[in-house]
């Protein structure tokens, strides 16, 4: 399997014709949805759907499939998932976990937010809920309004992944991406690595 970071909290997963990509937002860029025949999308903030690069994907391939939780799939014309359903989709087995968008301040934005686990990588959202699954591949938020270095350090140690590489990160400027990474790669206890924008790295 071939992960392919795709900005933000884009990423791809290539395994032969089987072309799956999750969080496709408005800080993502296009050809990550080329070819793909399926998306997975969190939540409904516009940094992880860009509803209208999603809808003329669709329109060129009526057979792109979405899938996100019941709240958001009626807008998308999604198929609607929940936490603890487990399906395929373009071929990959996926479990749906987490639920919420983690608190900014306030009980805010209080919006559903589901996590992805696709055969062992884990694409949360925006949150850090663990998962009771193993996970091979945690796919780490790095930023946000909702997060601190370290809650995400922590969030690593307690799911415990052979590997992990940052997502969510468009905020950072370089040096504070040179931070995240350090403090990531010292201390969260796994083998963690940045994949450049628009990089692979093999499963």
């Not at 998308?76 to 301040?105: K, M």
């Not at 415990?160 to 040179?178: K, T, W």
Request: charged residues 20%; contains cysteine.
């Amino acid at each position: 399997m071939r992960l392919t970071k795709y900005g933000h909290a884009c990423v791809r997963l290539d395994d032969g014709d089987r072309a799956l990509v999750i969080d496709p937002g408005v800080y993502s860029e296009p050809a990550a949805l080329s070819g793909a025949t399926a998306v997975l999308v969190t939540h409904e903030h516009a940094d992880h759907v860009d509803v209208a690069a999603l809808a003329a994907a669709r329109a060129a391939d009526p057979a792109l499939t979405v899938y996100t939780h019941a709240a958001l799939a009626g807008e998308l014309g999604a198929v609607a998932v929940e936490v603890g359903d487990t399906f395929t989709a373009a071929g990959f087995t996926v479990r749906v976990v987490g639920g919420v968008h983690a608190e900014i301040i306030d009980g805010l934005p209080g919006c559903p937010n589901v996590g992805f686990v696709v055969e062992g990588v884990y694409h949360p959202g925006d949150a850090l809920f663990v998962p009771a699954e193993p996970v091979d591949t945690l796919l780490v938020p790095a930023s946000g309004p909702w997060v601190k270095l370290g809650e995400v350090i922590e969030f690593a140690r307690r799911i415990g992944p052979a590997r992990a590489f940052p997502i969510h990160d468009v905020n950072l400027s370089v040096h504070g991406l040179e931070s995240f990474d350090g403090w990531l790669a010292e201390t969260a206890g796994t083998d963690y690595a940045r994949v450049p924008l628009g990089g692979s790295v093999d499963l």
